[in-house]
């Protein structure tokens, strides 16, 4: 009997249309687009790399993909126009490729690899593909699983975890691998690994696919430009990578893993997975046009990591390219958006992970409309934005290092932080944010540090027990407000 899942047809892609919610294939997504509001994957690293996969074939079917420049920005305003998809182009692109969406073929699966089942001394189990499982010796996450009684995934899920392993797979230890008399058992990370992920939202998820295609910059390769399953071969482990093309081949052909699902005997289900390594070689650099980029003190770049404790609010200044107090590149998509005069939000992945095993939490958020800030469009806002979150980080700051002192105080330690610091930073950034959209909202940029800093007393006090008799406590509280209220001497931490 021939497994088969075809994820053209097959629904697996949740979305919301009018409040309700409903499962579908590719296609009708494509077709649909301008009915639904939004896709709403409860999976956020497999939401972040689906995006990408739909920008990609959003290119495709619109044309976007062959133009540039000028040419690029009338063709998007035309097909904005349009209002939806032409559905003639989605079946077209569709029966093209037909066959290379189905998740269980047995010879071009889709995103995966068929040699490992022959490469791959052993699989890796059911448990490794899925994220939030343990696998081997691993945290507990949502479940208890255990690698000896694993428990399938029905398939439409199991591509959700396909594209996260894509994205945000570990490096370090995996499933070993030969190729060519060579066996390795380990991997790089996943190009999103540990990143966040900012994508702008448009009246519906049409408007969101269309705005979100990167446009072509100058310089880059102008060679074929190919996904994965668009590729008649696969790639080869040990040779040289695929080139970045430039938008498809780069928003979806940048993976350093190998996966491979074994599904039931019905094709419904998956109840194993290969998940190895993909290539030895570096990978030629690439921009992710979805992610702010900092530079560190060495004049590096690194992608903005994704922090479990830290509010969405305090990046929207990374966002609008404002004048920040950080030298920080916003995302190419925002400079994208800038053109079209959209005043829409914006949806933020994170999956906070280490480089490794380690994956903590995972989130998505979105902002109020903030599209219409953009530097290009409204430089006063943008700049006012920055100079309210300096100020907030500022405080934020002195917070922290006047109660990790004030308590060393107390406890008579040296090297200890206590936990005044921890109580004190949580009561002011759950408050800081209200302060934040306020003064943002009434245009009121200069004076929020005077808020910020009548907040940070209140953490102070609330973190060290103000009312507290103790005449070792009080005068500990009473230096944490002075150092709270002396600016840091230039050069000095904070």
């Given amino acids: 009997m021939t497994k088969s899942f075809d994820l053209v047809d097959r629904s697996w892609i949740p979305m919301v249309a009018g409040g309700e919610s409903v499962l579908v294939g590719l296609r009708e997504l494509f077709v649909r687009a301008a009915e639904f509001n939004d896709m709403v994957l409860p999976v956020p690293p497999a939401a972040s790399g689906l995006w990408r996969i739909l920008y990609a074939i959003a290119a495709r079917v619109t044309g976007l993909d062959t133009v540039g420049g000028a040419q690029w920005r009338r063709r998007q305003e035309q097909v904005l126009d349009q209002g939806a998809f032409v559905s003639d182009d989605v079946d077209a692109y569709f029966a093209k490729y037909q066959g290379r969406f189905d998740l269980f073929d047995p010879v071009r699966p889709w995103m995966q690899d068929p040699r490992l089942a022959v490469e791959c001394p052993k699989s890796s189990g059911v448990n490794k ?23 399938s995934v029905p398939a439409g899920e199991a591509a959700w ?30 190009p999103l690994r540990g990143a966040m992920s900012y994508h702008p939202l448009g009246e519906n998820l049409f408007e969101s696919l269309v705005v979100g295609v990167p446009p072509r910059a100058s310089g880059q390769d102008e060679g074929p430009d190919l996904c994965p399953w668009e590729r008649d071969e696969l790639p080869d482990p040990l040779g040289v990578p695929w080139s970045a093309s430039w938008p498809c081949g780069a928003l979806t052909g940048r993976a350093r893993h190998a996966v491979l699902l074994v599904p039931d005997d019905a094709g419904e289900a998956v109840t194993d997975a290969y998940v190895t390594w993909s290539l030895r070689l570096p990978s030629p650099v690439q921009v992710d046009p979805y992610v702010v980029r900092r530079q560190n003190k060495e004049g590096g770049w690194y992608q903005l990591p994704a922090d479990g404790s830290r509010a969405l609010w305090r990046d929207v200044e990374a966002l609008l390219g404002g004048n920040a107090e950080v030298k920080t590149h916003r995302p190419d998509i925002m400079i994208a958006a800038a053109d079209l005069g959209l005043d829409g939000r914006v949806r933020a992945y994170g999956f906070d992970q280490d480089g490794q095993a380690k994956d903590r939490q995972w989130f998505t958020a979105v902002t109020p409309p903030v599209l219409g800030w953009l530097r290009e469009r409204d430089p006063v806002t943008a700049d006012g934005v920055a100079v309210l979150t300096r100020a907030a980080e500022t405080i934020g700051r002195r917070v922290g290092t006047s109660l990790r002192q004030a308590w060393r105080d107390v406890a008579n330690v040296k090297d200890r932080d206590g936990p005044w610091a921890r109580a004190g930073e949580a009561y002011y950034w759950s408050r800081a944010e209200a302060v934040f959209w306020e003064h943002v909202g009434e245009g009121r940029f200069t004076d929020g540090g005077r808020v910020f800093a009548r907040l940070g007393h209140e953490a102070i006090d609330y973190a060290a027990d103000g009312e507290a008799s103790p005449p070792r406590i009080v005068q500990a509280v009473q230096t944490a407000h002075r150092l709270l209220s002396t600016p840091a001497k230039k050069g000095s931490a904070t």
């Fill in 129 to 151: 593909l899925v994220f939030d499982r343990p696998a081997g010796n691993t945290q507990v996450w949502f479940g208890h699983h255990t690698d000896a009684d694993a428990v």
């Fill in 161 to 190: 975890y396909l594209i996260a392993q894509l994205y945000y797979g570990a490096s370090g230890r995996c499933s070993s691998r030969e190729v060519a008399g060579q066996r390795f058992a380990n991997s790089n990370a996943g």
